[in-house]
């Protein structure tokens, strides 16, 4: 379920640091703007994506699944 909020927190930043970059030389660098807007959008992003995977049901008196033994998958 992580993995879903970072994902989406992470590349919202990343849109957030690529619209807003100064030059350095022959090198595009993400400015201090970037960062500060960034921060934000992604971690409003990571709250919402944690409330959405909030309602992902989950049920915990699901049967357990059977054990496989080795004679069962054909071994000896």
Same mark, same amino acid.
């Given at each position: 379920m *992580? ?7 992470? &590349?919202a930043?990343? %849109? &957030?640091?690529s619209? /807003?970059?100064? *030059?350095?030389?022959?090198h595009t *660098? @993400?400015? /201090? =703007?970037?960062? *500060?807007?960034?921060? $934000?959008?992604? +971690?409003g %992003?990571?709250? %919402?994506a944690?409330?959405i995977t909030a309602?992902? $049901?989950?049920c915990? =008196?699901s049967? $357990?699944? @059977? /054990?496989v ?6 071994? +000896?």
């Amino acid at each position: 379920m *992580r993995s879903i909020d970072t994902s989406f927190a992470a &590349a919202a930043g990343g %849109v &957030a640091l690529s619209q /807003k970059n100064i *030059r350095f030389g022959d090198h595009t *660098r @993400p400015s /201090k =703007h970037g960062f *500060r807007t960034g921060l $934000p959008i992604g +971690c409003g %992003v990571a709250l %919402v994506a944690a409330a959405i995977t909030a309602t992902i $049901p989950y049920c915990p =008196h699901s049967p $357990p699944t @059977p /054990k496989v033994t080795s004679r069962a998958r054909g071994e +000896c």
